[in-house]
C-alpha cells in the first residue's frame, strides 16, 4: 500500500515540475522577442505557481500546478531606432525575462523532476525485491 502512495506522491511531482519547465521554456523562448508595432506590450514573463492539495484515495498530500501569474517588473528597453515598435526616442520595448535567471529555475525544476523519477525507479526496485522474497 505505502508503495502506491510514493508513486502517487512522485507522478503529482514529476507533472508539475514538467509543467514548470514547460513555463520556463516559454519565457527562454520568448526572452527577445521584440513588439510587432509601436504602443503594444513585448511578452510579460510567466511565473509558476504550486498548489497542494490531499489525495482522498491515497491520503497523500500531493502538489500541483497553480495558478501561472504575470511578472509585473519593468520591461527591458533597447535602442533600436530602425524597429517599427520603437517610440519617439527610439527604444524598443522588450520583454522582462532574465535568461540567467530562467535557466537558473530551469535547472533547478529539472534536478525536481529527476528527485522525483528517482524516487518511482526506487520504489519499483523495493516492489520488485519485496516480491521476489515472496515467491
Same mark, same amino acid.
Given at each position: 500500500?505505502? +508503495?502506491?502512495? %510514493?508513486? /502517487? ?5 514529476? !507533472?508539475?515540475?514538467? *509543467? ?6 516559454? =519565457?527562454?523562448?520568448?526572452?527577445? %522577442?521584440?513588439?510587432?508595432?509601436? *504602443? /503594444?506590450?513585448?511578452? @510579460?514573463?510567466?511565473?509558476?505557481? +504550486? ?17 501561472? @501569474?504575470?511578472?509585473?517588473?519593468? +520591461? ?5 531606432? *530602425?524597429?517599427?515598435? &520603437?517610440? &519617439? ?8 525575462? =532574465? ?12 534536478? %525536481?523532476?529527476?528527485?522525483?523519477? =528517482? ?5 519499483? !526496485? ?10
Amino acid at each position: 500500500m505505502e +508503495f502506491s502512495k %510514493s508513486l /502517487t506522491v512522485a507522478a503529482a511531482g514529476l !507533472k508539475a515540475q514538467s *509543467g514548470r519547465m514547460r513555463i520556463i521554456a516559454e =519565457n527562454i523562448a520568448n526572452a527577445d %522577442s521584440a513588439p510587432a508595432s509601436a *504602443g /503594444t506590450e513585448p511578452y @510579460r514573463r510567466k511565473i509558476p505557481s +504550486f498548489t497542494s492539495h490531499m489525495d482522498p484515495d491515497s491520503g497523500a498530500k500531493l502538489v500541483e500546478a497553480g495558478r501561472v @501569474r504575470r511578472d509585473q517588473t519593468a +520591461f527591458r528597453t533597447k535602442y533600436e531606432p *530602425g524597429n517599427p515598435a &520603437a517610440n &519617439a526616442r527610439g527604444e524598443v520595448q522588450m520583454p522582462n525575462v =532574465n535568461a540567467l535567471i530562467e535557466n537558473m529555475d530551469l535547472r533547478e525544476a529539472q534536478r %525536481s523532476y529527476e528527485a522525483n523519477l =528517482n524516487m518511482v525507479t526506487s520504489t519499483r !526496485k523495493m516492489l520488485s525485491q519485496t516480491l521476489s522474497i515472496l515467491k
